[in-house]
């Protein structure tokens, strides 16, 4: 995430990293095989699909394997991996919707919305679960209640200790926000708040 975030990045530099994590090279092609790119003929290596994917889009793989690998086991962490995935779709369907380019981008902010709620599950599983199953717009009275940071501040810092865009981090960090920034990334996302 950190390599694929810095401006010089060589997609060819970000195969290599690909290369050495076999779950990550195995993430990699199932991405750039899914019949929504509605290529000619099958993928069969890490290089083709970093190639086809761009920095960005190998970035996104590796956001969502990071959220994937930070959900704790069980049903808690079933619930918060699903509050994450409906974020992550609602955001790009909204992206498409109003023709917004990098939809891509939308499906990776909208799947870290939630990674501030996340991490606090790493820690203190037992305070997450009932924050978990509140109602999106009552969650940010309960964490302020318990003592906690609200979410969207943790997953914006985050976002910034691992050097994602500016626009990303901003995004999570306003998605509650009582209007969206005028951002299309912050737009999307608060949108997918709603949804």
């Known amino acids: 995430v950190q390599r694929a975030s810095q401006?010089?990045?060589?997609?060819?530099?970000?195969?290599?990293?690909?290369e050495g994590d076999a779950g990550f090279a195995i993430r990699l092609l199932a991405v750039?095989?899914?019949?929504?790119?509605?290529?000619s003929r099958r993928i069969v290596n890490v290089r083709q699909a970093a190639s086809m994917l761009g920095a960005r889009g190998i970035q996104n793989v590796a956001l969502g394997l990071c959220v994937a690998g930070?959900?704790?086991?069980?049903?808690?962490?079933?619930?918060?991996?699903?509050?994450?995935?409906?974020?992550?779709?609602?955001?790009?369907?909204?992206?498409?919707?109003?023709s917004l380019p990098a939809t891509g981008d939308h499906f990776a902010t909208g799947l870290l919305l939630e990674i501030g709620v996340l991490m606090l599950a790493r820690d203190q599983l037992a305070l997450v679960a009932p924050l978990a199953r509140t109602p999106s717009h009552?969650?940010?009275?309960?964490?302020?209640?318990?003592?906690?940071?609200?979410?969207?501040?943790?997953?914006?810092?985050?976002?910034?200790?691992?050097?994602?865009?500016?626009?990303?981090?901003?995004?999570?960090?306003?998605?509650?926000?009582?209007?969206?920034l005028a951002v299309p990334l912050a737009r999307s996302a608060w949108g997918a708040e709603r949804v």
């Open 7 to 18: 401006p010089d990045v060589a997609v060819a530099d970000l195969a290599a990293l690909a």
């Open 32 to 39: 750039a095989n899914a019949p929504v790119n509605g290529i």
């Open 70 to 98: 930070i959900a704790p086991l069980g049903a808690v962490g079933e619930l918060l991996i699903a509050l994450s995935v409906r974020r992550a779709c609602a955001a790009h369907r909204i992206a498409e919707l109003c």
């Open 138 to 180: 009552g969650r940010l009275v309960r964490e302020r209640a318990l003592g906690i940071e609200p979410h969207p501040f943790a997953g914006g810092r985050l976002a910034r200790k691992w050097h994602l865009p500016k626009e990303m981090a901003l995004a999570i960090e306003h998605h509650h926000d009582p209007s969206p």
